[in-house]
């Protein structure tokens, strides 16, 4: 199909009747996640691929057998019966009625065939079976590698630069010189711009959840951080495990023992909260929906636009429906798993998406708010580092493809559908998108290009970058835990069995472990992978081979980097998906 603007099209008609017969299978639903946007009801060519279920259902396989193995040790170690037959039960189940894919990949997650409190750490280890064991559990509990997980963990976008601490966490030079031995200051660390904040205010006011039967806590913690004047690392240097400060909030240092892991721990939950929340749910599958919707909606099939956008939306409303219906569902794993109670995490979700202002998130924007742009000041931060390098490339394809068809601003001004799409992304009765700044009669190429490199980068790159180390960083638990299992502490004595007594019991590290690995691991699709025939017009061959160039010379170049840094994986380009499809 050749590709036209609106009004070069020879055969305005067809054009339109073809777009208004597609509106009538999208249609927005805002109860589903009130207020957000959502579909009402999936086209059945919006199903998953077979292709995709195959991918998914050998993956769901190889947690299950992971499963099998920890429940044949369990049955022989209880040579009674065990709780839960899991493996003969799902055969049997499998050969019935129930054998399709959903039920494979809830069994998957769900099955609780590991039991009990935690007895020591190496119980989280001992769980991997089938499914590796990710390295990350030889070193999760050092300083350095706590810092490392906020510049290359699964939530590397809270950090921030700051002069001193805020007003309500009164870190002092005492706490400071505890922390970081040796003739460096606060003042001076400040004073050089060395000195970093996490702040996890968003999450105040979470309610904390019960389910299932068992007391979970999430807290808004603080932590200062300061770059090592000589070593040039980051280094946590305090922690305040609540936001208002008192006698009964201390503010934790490095020297505090088991109580510092402690505090560590209830920021790992926070960010772990954060993370899958806002940074994964929230600003990647939920913020991608409504542009799903719209592209439908309003740009004919033959719109370049809609040429170019289409494969980066492939599963995004199946994969949504499924964790509207099951993960984020009362009583679904997200529900069991995190600290907040289901409502409230809901809440947080929306509350991620709508403070998540389209023209203010385009990602070299989103450093330089942060006071984390400059390489000079904060030299290790490799998902700053690697996404930069895809955001030039996308943003350079993007150009160079919109050119073919736009002439002149005044080209994208008289396309009356992209004029229609603004208006519906931004509609209360369509998209409800926050901070589109422009609308057609406004709207430039430049613009237009900063909107779908947004759109682009967010379903690939950005999701891959949050998505993936649901397994290499979360699904081995300490390193991340979703739910504090006691309280915060309010003082400094606590021992190694109360850091344990904070971690999950091991039926929900399992639940965690199980969803990590599936989640984390699928890979369906390669950025930058179009197919054979996906853009008829031989003009777009010039930019797409540039862009494939460039993808591939940021492969080498990341690679490189990870010679010389602790190995930042996530945006190794063969792993990036053109779509957030899981
Ligand atoms: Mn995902």
Not at 194 to 201: P, T
Not at 417 to 438: M, N, P, Q
């Amino acid at each position: 199909m050749s590709a036209f603007i609106p009004q070069l099209d020879p055969d305005r008609s067809t054009r339109e009747s073809d777009l208004a017969a597609t509106r009538g299978h999208y249609v927005y639903n805002h109860t589903y996640l009130s207020p957000l946007a959502m579909v009402e009801c999936l086209p059945f060519w919006e199903q998953p691929s077979w292709q995709w279920m195959v991918t998914v259902g050998e993956t769901a396989l190889r947690v299950l057998a992971n499963h099998a193995e920890n429940d044949h040790d369990l049955r022989r170690r209880n040579d009674t019966h065990a709780k839960h037959s899991l493996f003969t039960e799902f055969v049997e189940r499998a050969s019935g009625e129930v054998h399709h894919l959903t039920h494979i990949i809830k069994e998957a997650i769900r099955s609780n065939v590991v039991e009990g409190p935690p007895h020591t750490l190496e119980s989280y280890a001992a769980m991997f079976r089938s499914i590796g064991l990710p390295p990350i559990h030889h070193d999760f509990h050092q300083d350095r590698v706590f810092a490392e997980m906020r510049v290359g963990g699964p939530n590397p976008v809270v950090l921030r630069r700051v002069d001193r601490p805020v007003d309500h966490f009164p870190v002092t030079q005492e706490h400071f010189a505890r922390a970081i031995p040796g003739p460096d200051t606060l003042e001076a660390a400040g004073r050089e711009g060395r000195l970093y904040l996490l702040d996890y205010r968003m999450l105040e006011g979470i309610e904390n959840s019960d389910y299932p039967d068992i007391q979970k806590y999430v807290y808004a913690p603080l932590c200062l951080l300061v770059l090592h004047r000589s070593r040039k690392v980051l280094m946590p240097v305090a922690i305040q495990c609540r936001q208002a400060p008192g006698p009964d909030n201390p503010i934790f240092t490095p020297d505090d023992g088991p109580s510092w892991q402690i505090a560590k721990t209830v920021v790992k939950v926070a960010d772990g909260n954060h993370h899958e929340a806002v940074t994964h749910l929230g600003r990647t599958h939920l913020f991608v929906e409504p542009f799903v919707i719209a592209t439908r909606r309003q740009l004919a099939a033959n719109h370049p636009l809609h040429i170019l956008l289409v494969p980066h939306f492939e599963g995004t409303l199946s994969i949504n429906n499924m964790a509207k219906g099951y993960l984020v569902d009362n009583r679904g794993p997200v529900d069991e798993l995190l600290g907040g109670t289901i409502e409230s995490t809901r809440h947080l979700t929306v509350r991620g998406v709508q403070e998540y202002p389209f023209d203010r998130v385009m990602l070299p924007d989103t450093f330089r708010a942060r006071g984390v742009d400059d390489p000079d000041l904060l030299p290790n931060y490799p998902y700053r580092d690697d996404a930069l390098l895809f955001w030039g490339a996308i943003h350079r394809w993007v150009s160079g493809y919109l050119e073919l068809y736009y002439h002149s601003d005044a080209d994208v001004r008289a396309d009356t559908e992209l004029a229609a799409w603004f208006d519906e992304l931004v509609a209360a009765d369509g998209g409800r998108v926050v901070g589109i700044g422009r609308s057609g009669p406004t709207c430039t190429r430049e613009y237009l290009a900063d909107a779908a490199t947004l759109i682009i980068f967010t379903a690939s790159v950005q999701h891959a970058a949050v998505n993936f180390p649901q397994y290499d960083l979360m699904s081995y638990v300490p390193n991340m835990p979703l739910a504090c299992y006691a309280p915060a502490p309010t003082s400094k004595h606590a021992t190694h069995a109360d850091y344990l007594a904070m971690l999950p019991p091991l039926n929900h590290a399992n639940l965690q472990m199980g969803l990590g690995a599936l989640l984390g691991t699928i890979r369906y699709t390669t950025l930058g992978e179009y197919g054979e025939g996906r853009f008829e017009d031989p003009r777009v061959a010039e930019p797409l081979r540039r862009f494939l160039d460039e993808i591939r010379q940021i492969g080498e170049t990341i690679e490189a980097r990870n010679r010389q840094r602790r190995p930042y994986e996530f945006l190794v380009p063969s792993g990036i998906p053109q779509s957030i499809n899981i």
